[in-house]
């Protein structure tokens, strides 16, 4: 049966078939297949003539290490329900991201929730994603709103600012210039600047009202980005002052950075819930590729011979070595002193190890914890945050 199948590039006619499927599969519309439709490389599976499977690919770059590095962004993939089973899912991955790795892509990015069958294909979760409800109250009352000016709207220099802050984090993207408005359209944003007076902005959020069940309405933050923590106080200060008809914020799981401020600015944890998301999963499509477009540290100049295991038992051998903020991987015969797998290799170059021991917990080997210690650090000077959702 699987002869029959063919996958190509989406047409207008295929686009409105793959769309009626993916609200059959989802059981609601999916609005990112029209929407980013001219975006995007859309591919579908057919067979006698009909779409049982599609999805899109965004070639987008994410920043690693404070450089851009090309990504194949894959969304809204979905099979017919009377076709799952039948390794479809494998195939239509592989096929979206064909034609995004000939045009540069050397990662691939995916937000999904069956994290167990994407790692069978190769890819790994390098961070864990939290979304947080806050307490409006709480946020009124503990942090400080300072001496900021707050204006309605998205100016140019907000985008700016976002662009500006986004390499200082390991794994955000290279936002293109249609990004905020397709966002803005997809869930009615509401856009708000921050900044001193006379200075231009330090900080920028959107957000999303939904009306209560019952009463009031819910607040989500969709987009959070503060150049210091007084901004970012004064940012969830001015969250607080929405207490009148909403109990409490929502931040989505891409909206906070991993930085402690939330949390530790509140008086009382018990005002804030936690909940685990499904993460976003990297693939490292041409290793030393990746590698040479990646960023490093400018200060660190070491050579190291590593070993990347791969399912067939087999080991790649490489040279890394890494200086004045470049790094290049070649193949070489000398004895590997830190060994991988693949997986455990794109862990490593998100930066998702932020320790020797967390890396052994996670069955990295190497002969002495020196070498381990330098892999480990070559790739940890951003935390990871991937701040959009596809």
Known sequence: MADSITVVPADADLLTEYDALATRAYGRPVDDVTQLAGHADVRVALQG???IAGGLGMLIPQHFGGRPVP?????????????????LTVRMLNERIRPLAEQGAVLATVWTSSNGYARRMGWEAPVPVFSFSVATDALKR???????????????D????????????????????????????????TFYRFSRPGRGAGGY??????????????????????????VASAMLAFLGRHNSRIRSI???????????????GLHRYGSATAEVWHPWMLRILDLPEAVRLRGWPADLDTTLPIGIEQENGDTDRYLLQISHGAADLQPTTAECRVRLTHRQATVWYAGGYRSTAAARMAG????????????????????LWLAEHF
């Open 205 to 230: 959020l959107s957000l999303a009202t939904r009306q209560h069940d019952r009463h009031g309405a819910h607040l989500d933050v969709h987009d959070f980005w503060a150049s210091d923590e007084a």
């Open 142 to 156: 503990d942090f400080a709103p300072g001496d900021f000016e707050i204006e309605h709207g998205l100016t140019p």
């Open 49 to 51: 003539g009909r779409v």
């Open 71 to 87: 990504s194949a962004c894959l969304g809204a993939g979905c099979v017919a329900p009377e076709h799952r089973g039948d390794r």
């Open 250 to 264: 929502g931040f989505q799981r891409t909206s906070l950075p991993p930085h402690p401020l939330l949390l530790h």
């Open 364 to 383: 990295v080997r190497a002969a002495d914890e020196q070498s381990l210690a330098t892999l480990i650090r070559s790739t940890t000077e951003h935390e």
């Open 158 to 189: 907000s985008e700016e600012l976002q662009r500006n802050l986004a390499p200082l984090w390991n794994g955000t993207l290279r936002r293109p210039s249609w990004w905020t408005a397709h966002t803005q359209r997809r869930h009615d944003l």
